[in-house]
């Protein structure tokens, strides 16, 4: 057999894990060392996100970072521990196990991040050890002895400061070595399972060809795992082993002994007297900044002032501080499109570029301005460290209807987009709460229904005749209906379909920061590049398909616009599904929005701008706002009523439109069940709602 | 007698960990083991605990693993 | 340009950005990923070239 090539003369740079607790600045060391050179992908068969990034030796030889999701132990309890403890366990095909593990730890806390430390050292390994967050670590009256720790664990240790960048040469050069030695890991296995573990080892060596250095942290994470989380992409194991697994574990059941507590005791136990040793408490500290500002943020009635007036200031920055770039990207739109139409002649090109190209595409980077604000104050909340406290203020509320505090921080990623938000659902541990997040994540209303909103709130309230506290107030009121609905509806399956444990969160709240600039405004970069690629590609090819669609069959010479679109094919899909939506108010040019949007919701704006602009005969490209008041019934009625609007609202705010969405969440519950049933309770409430809404909004004659 | 049952800002080291053995578990890996001394901060139900310098939120069912011993107030 | 011309250029437009459509529905049918939309930045991971085995 051929030598594994981690102990084989490496000819190539070698591949370097990067490990740590959840909140100890891995993801900032991450992007310290490795920059703009980064790919983001996903481990095939999950959501959790596969980040692997480039550095540079001392001497310009590039070396990949391979960044793993925060874990607090090998023995996994959610998907994103499981996808660490399988690559690093060498489990995934997918992935091929690291030669050296950078494991980084948060000074202030030494002693609980030392633990997944512990048991990564089982592993073998050459490992560097990363201490971060040494500035804080001296503020609250740390002194962590480096060299004392380098000298107890036998491999080198780097003190840090990831956010400012301090230690980072030092760790590059350390990275650069060729040769790293093997820590001294002087840790011995309780006696009394010291038997199952190295019977268990061997048959991992003999029957799962592991390693025989890894097969031994196996074992042992084998032995001591309650519940085994196993994600898709993580190799089983083979028969004899799991046999052999089962024998010890029912053996131990007998005898009644609680083999992992005392497991995780004795790791302990090392740990504390390494810890006595390197850490000094030089004076005490005060209560430290975050004590003082968590004093006022988690208090019963500060707390929840504060939530608010941050979702407040959210949803009013929106309005305020987009709306003059978005009137300028609006402009220029406009101004392009007028000079399409000044430099041809009329003709099918002039129609697909002016009516499908420039309006489809523009109407939709009009709204990149809100989107970029909505997510860079996502990723302040969660950069700051107050998202985990939104967590810990909402657990008694979210208790209530059966969820914790974690699923919270998915649902208000969701306000974004429901994909992260469904990605972030990864860190919840039980797994009908997780499906049960996953199922009312698309409820929160999401960026792509902003522009939906937008659209329909400016056709219902025209102009500046409105106060802006009426245009909040409305879209806050969407925003709400939509949160409502999906705590609704987790009550409602946590009670029928999911029936499951009471909710239980162990969360760790991490010490406050101030935001780092550099990564929030890398993100929103890179936000901008997604949906502007999206909109120059997708958005740009199903606008000139729908100007095709809205353009043909031709309709015989003289035919008015109307008419064109009537008896186009957008206009024949829109008047087969009119029986089904007439009763919400909405007619057949509302139709082929509403199918156009099961593509992306965003594309409703886009289709309303290929579909009444159609309708404009000057030269002129008028706003869609006033094509959209201009639109009438064949009797002469107003289209776009306020009832009208807040309907089609109301339908956008429950209506599952969205592929992107349906594709993760299959992924997601492994199968079509769970996205189907999601598509159609999402969509069967939408109509109802409307339904309700609407016919009671007529009887009462509005 | 329960860490719920302690006061804000008062102090209680851990004497045993009963229920759940994932829970238990998970406790443990967090740090909140025999012998550790957990502080108080804030909550009703949803509580927060100081343990070392983590600060770690705990919903009442996970809270209710942990017996702890009252320790007297430093002041 | 003539109206022939551009309903010709109209056309093959469409033919492109529908063939777009279709090619990328069958890619993605192939390689699954989470979308490459919101949060899936950059290209999706291939999987990794297997390395060859070292004598």
Same mark, same amino acid.
């Not at chain 1, 969660?382 to 921080?409: H, P």
């Not at chain 3, 003539?2 to 109209?10: D, F, G, N, Y």
């Given at each position: 057999?051929?030598?594994?090539?981690?102990?084989?003369?490496?000819?190539?740079?070698?591949?370097?894990?990067?490990?740590?607790?959840?909140?100890?600045? #891995?993801?900032?060391?991450?992007?310290?060392?490795?920059?703009?050179?980064?790919?983001?992908?996903?481990?095939?068969?999950?959501?959790?996100? #596969?980040?692997?990034?480039?550095?540079?030796?001392?001497?310009?030889?590039?070396?990949?970072?391979?960044?793993?999701?925060? /874990?607090? &132990?090998?023995?996994?309890?959610?998907?994103?521990?499981?996808?660490?403890?399988?690559?690093?366990?060498?489990?995934?095909?997918?992935?091929?196990?690291?030669?050296?593990?950078?494991?980084?730890?948060?000074?202030?806390?030494?002693?609980?991040?030392?633990?997944?430390?512990?048991?990564?050292?089982?592993?073998?390994?050459?490992?560097?050890?990363?201490?971060?967050? @040494?500035?804080?670590?001296?503020?609250?009256?740390?002194?962590?002895?480096?060299?004392?720790?380098?000298?107890?664990?036998?491999?080198?240790?780097?003190?840090?400061?990831?956010?400012?960048?301090?230690?980072?040469?030092?760790?590059?050069?350390?990275?650069?070595?060729?040769?790293?030695?093997?820590?001294?890991?002087?840790?011995?296995?309780?006696?009394?399972?010291?038997?199952?573990?190295?019977?268990?080892?061997?048959?991992?060596?003999?029957?799962?060809?592991?390693?025989?250095?890894?097969?031994?942290?196996?074992?042992?994470?084998?032995?001591?795992?309650? *519940?085994?989380?196993?994600?898709?992409?993580?190799?089983?194991?083979?028969?004899?082993?799991?046999?052999?697994?089962?024998?010890?574990?029912?053996?131990?059941?007998?005898?009644?002994?609680?083999?992992?507590?005392?497991?995780?005791?004795?790791?302990?136990?090392?740990?504390?007297?390494?810890?006595?040793?390197?850490?000094?408490?030089?004076?005490?500290?005060?209560?430290?900044?975050?004590?003082?500002?968590?004093?006022?943020?988690?208090?019963?009635?500060?707390?929840?002032?504060?939530?608010?007036?941050?979702?407040?200031? =959210?949803?009013?920055?929106?309005?305020?501080?987009? %709306?003059?770039?978005?009137?300028?990207?609006?402009?220029?739109?406009?101004?392009?499109?007028?000079?399409? #139409?000044?430099?041809?002649?009329?003709?099918?090109?002039?129609?697909?570029?002016?009516?499908?190209?420039?309006?489809?595409?523009?109407?939709?980077?009009?709204?990149?301005?809100?989107?970029?604000?909505?997510?860079?104050?996502?990723?302040?909340?969660?950069?700051?460290?107050?998202? /985990?406290?939104?967590?810990?203020?909402? *657990?008694?509320?979210?208790?209530?209807?059966?969820?914790?505090? #974690?699923?919270?921080?998915?649902?208000?990623?969701?306000?974004?987009?429901?994909?992260?938000?469904?990605?972030?659902?990864?860190?919840?541990?039980?797994?009908?709460?997780?499906?049960?997040?996953?199922?009312?994540?698309?409820?929160? &209303?999401? &960026?792509?229904?902003?522009?939906?909103?937008?659209?329909?709130?400016?056709?219902?309230?025209?102009? *500046?005749?409105?106060?802006?506290?009426?245009?909040?107030?409305?879209? =806050?009121?969407?925003?709400?209906?939509?949160?409502?609905?999906?705590?609704?509806?987790?009550?409602?399956?946590?009670?029928?379909?999911?029936?499951?444990?009471?909710?239980?969160?162990?969360?760790?709240?991490?010490?406050?920061?101030?935001?780092?600039?550099?990564?929030?405004?890398?993100?929103?970069?890179?936000?901008?590049?997604?949906?502007?690629?999206?909109?120059?590609?997708?958005?740009?090819?199903?606008?000139?398909?729908?100007?095709?669609?809205? /353009?043909?069959?031709?309709?015989?010479?003289?035919?008015?616009?109307?008419?064109?679109?009537?008896?186009?094919?957008?206009?024949?899909?829109?008047?087969?599904?009119?029986?089904?939506?007439?009763?919400?108010?909405? *007619?057949?040019?509302?139709?082929?929005?509403?199918?156009?949007?099961?593509?992306?919701?965003?594309?409703?704006?886009?289709?309303?701008?290929?579909?009444?602009?159609?309708?404009?005969?000057?030269?002129?490209?008028?706003?869609?706002?006033?094509?959209?008041?201009?639109?009438?019934?064949?009797?002469?009625?107003? =289209?776009?009523?306020?009832?009208?609007?807040?309907?089609?609202?109301?339908?956008?705010?429950?209506? @599952? %439109?969205? @592929?992107?969405?349906?594709?993760?969440?299959?992924?997601?519950?492994?199968?079509?069940?769970?996205? =189907?049933?999601?598509?159609?309770?999402?969509?069967?409430?939408?109509?109802?709602? &409307?339904?309700?809404?609407?016919?009671?909004?007529?009887?009462?004659?509005? | 007698?329960?860490? $719920?049952?302690?006061?804000?800002? $008062?102090?209680?080291?851990?004497?045993?960990?009963?229920?759940?053995?994932?829970?238990?578990?998970?406790?443990?890996?967090?740090?909140?083991?025999?012998?550790?001394?957990?502080?108080?901060?804030?909550?009703?139900?949803?509580?927060?605990?100081?343990?070392?310098?983590?600060?770690?939120?705990?919903?009442?069912? $996970? $809270?209710?693993?942990?017996?702890?011993?009252?320790?007297?107030?430093?002041? | 340009?003539?109206?022939?011309?551009?309903?010709?250029?109209?056309?093959?437009?469409?033919?492109?950005?529908?063939?777009?459509?279709?090619?990328?529905?069958?890619?993605?049918?192939?390689? +699954?990923?989470?979308?490459?939309?919101?949060?899936?930045?950059?290209?999706?991971?291939? +999987?990794?070239?297997?390395?060859?085995?070292?004598?």
């Amino acid at each position: 057999m051929a030598p594994p090539p981690h102990l084989s003369a490496p000819a190539r740079a070698p591949t370097y894990a990067l490990v740590g607790n959840p909140n100890c600045g #891995k993801s900032t060391l991450f992007n310290a060392l490795t920059g703009l050179k980064q790919k983001v992908g996903n481990y095939p068969g999950v959501t959790v996100e #596969k980040k692997i990034g480039t550095t540079y030796s001392q001497h310009g030889q590039p070396i990949t970072v391979i960044d793993l999701p925060g /874990a607090y &132990s090998l023995a996994a309890r959610s998907p994103d521990e499981a996808v660490t403890r399988d690559v690093l366990l060498g489990r995934r095909s997918d992935t091929p196990p690291p030669d050296r593990i950078l494991c980084i730890v948060d000074a202030t806390n030494l002693e609980r991040n030392l633990y997944l430390v512990h048991q990564i050292l089982d592993l073998g390994r050459p490992v560097i050890l990363v201490l971060n967050m @040494m500035d804080l670590a001296a503020q609250a009256g740390l002194n962590v002895r480096v060299a004392r720790l380098e000298k107890e664990l036998g491999l080198p240790v780097i003190p840090c400061e990831a956010v400012t960048g301090k230690g980072l040469m030092e760790l590059r050069l350390t990275m650069s070595r060729s040769d790293l030695p093997l820590a001294r890991h002087a840790w011995n296995v309780p006696t009394p399972i010291a038997p199952a573990v190295s019977e268990l080892a061997s048959s991992l060596v003999e029957h799962d060809h592991k390693l025989p250095l890894t097969a031994r942290a196996e074992a042992l994470l084998l032995l001591t795992d309650q *519940d085994s989380v196993r994600v898709a992409g993580s190799s089983p194991l083979s028969p004899r082993t799991t046999e052999i697994l089962q024998g010890w574990q029912q053996r131990w059941a007998a005898e009644g002994t609680d083999w992992a507590g005392t497991l995780v005791n004795s790791r302990y136990d090392a740990i504390g007297e390494l810890a006595a040793e390197v850490v000094q408490r030089v004076g005490v500290a005060g209560p430290s900044t975050s004590d003082r500002i968590d004093a006022v943020v988690t208090h019963p009635v500060w707390g929840w002032l504060v939530l608010g007036g941050v979702m407040t200031l =959210l949803f009013v920055s929106i309005f305020t501080l987009a %709306q003059g770039p978005m009137d300028w990207i609006g402009d220029h739109m406009a101004m392009l499109a007028d000079g399409v #139409k000044a430099q041809m002649p009329p003709g099918d090109l002039r129609g697909l570029i002016t009516d499908g190209a420039i309006g489809g595409v523009g109407s939709i980077v009009t709204f990149l301005p809100q989107i970029l604000i909505l997510f860079c104050f996502i990723g302040l909340l969660e950069s700051t460290g107050y998202m /985990a406290r939104a967590a810990f203020i909402m *657990d008694r509320l979210m208790s209530r209807v059966g969820l914790n505090g #974690k699923s919270f921080i998915p649902l208000l990623s969701s306000y974004a987009c429901a994909i992260p938000g469904i990605m972030a659902t990864r860190t919840i541990e039980d797994h009908k709460d997780r499906l049960v997040t996953i199922l009312v994540a698309p409820l929160m &209303s999401c &960026s792509a229904r902003l522009p939906v909103y937008l659209l329909m709130i400016a056709a219902l309230l025209p102009g *500046d005749l409105m106060p802006l506290g009426a245009k909040v107030g409305l879209m =806050l009121l969407m925003y709400a209906l939509g949160t409502l609905g999906a705590f609704g509806f987790a009550w409602f399956f946590k009670r029928t379909l999911l029936k499951g444990a009471p909710p239980m969160m162990i969360m760790e709240l991490p010490p406050y920061r101030l935001p780092g600039l550099r990564d929030v405004a890398l993100q929103m970069l890179e936000r901008s590049w997604i949906f502007l690629r999206r909109a120059g590609t997708v958005i740009l090819a199903i606008s000139i398909v729908l100007w095709f669609l809205a /353009a043909y069959p031709k309709a015989p010479d003289g035919a008015t616009p109307t008419q064109q679109l009537a008896q186009s094919f957008a206009g024949q899909a829109g008047h087969l599904i009119e029986p089904v939506i007439r009763p919400l108010g909405f *007619d057949w040019q509302i139709g082929i929005g509403l199918i156009s949007s099961f593509a992306a919701r965003e594309v409703f704006v886009s289709t309303l701008g290929v579909v009444f602009n159609a309708e404009t005969t000057n030269d002129n490209t008028a706003p869609l706002r006033t094509a959209l008041l201009a639109a009438r019934w064949p009797d002469g009625r107003r =289209l776009f009523t306020p009832l009208v609007c807040v309907t089609l609202m109301i339908f956008y705010v429950f209506a @599952m %439109q969205c @592929m992107s969405t349906i594709a993760v969440v299959k992924r997601e519950t492994n199968g079509w069940k769970w996205p =189907l049933f999601q598509t159609l309770y999402m969509t069967g409430t939408a109509w109802i709602l &409307s339904f309700i809404f609407y016919q009671a909004g007529t009887a009462l004659g509005f | 007698m329960q860490l $719920a049952a302690i006061a804000n800002g $008062a102090s209680g080291r851990v004497c045993a960990l009963e229920g759940l053995a994932e829970v238990c578990e998970r406790l443990r890996e967090m740090g909140i083991g025999e012998g550790v001394v957990v502080k108080r901060m804030s909550g009703q139900g949803t509580l927060l605990c100081l343990v070392g310098h983590t600060r770690i939120a705990l919903s009442e069912q $996970a $809270a209710g693993h942990i017996v702890v011993e009252l320790l007297p107030s430093a002041h | 340009m003539s109206p022939q011309v551009q309903t010709l250029l109209a056309l093959a437009l469409v033919a492109l950005a529908a063939t777009g459509l279709v090619w990328r529905a069958i890619v993605r049918r192939n390689h +699954p990923g989470c979308g490459h939309d919101c949060s899936c930045p950059a290209s999706a991971l291939r +999987p990794p070239v297997k390395q060859p085995r070292r004598p």
